[in-house]
C-alpha cells in the first residue's frame, strides 16, 4: 500500500498498528501496517524487506490529527504526518492553523 493511503486510510486501523514504509518517505512510498515486537521494535523481516519505523497509528490519531482532521484536507494530513515522521515536530503552517482554530 502506498503511504498516502495508510494515512488517509487511519480511521480503519487499529491504533495498536505501526506504518513502516521505505525510504525516501512520500506519497509514494510502499508501506503497511504491523504489530511491533514486544519490546517496540520493527520485525527483522520487515527491516530485511526495506522497511522502516515511520510512526504508530495511535500517535497519527490522537496528537497529530486528534481535533484538527476535520480542518486539513486529505493532502493537508499526508503533509502533517510525513513531516512530523521526518522531523519529530509538526510544520509551521500547522501550528498556525491549531493558532487560529484555538485547539
Known sequence: MKLRDAI???D???NELCIVAKQPWTTESESKLIMLTEDGRVPADEVSD????FLEVAI???ELLDHMKDFLTP???IELVIHYAENDAT???FNELCSSKRV
Open 8 to 10: 488517509l486510510s487511519l
Open 12 to 14: 480503519w486501523f487499529s
Open 50 to 53: 526495506g522497511y522502516e519505523y
Open 60 to 62: 497519527i490519531k490522537d
Open 75 to 77: 493532502s493537508q494530513r
Open 91 to 93: 510544520p509551521e503552517w
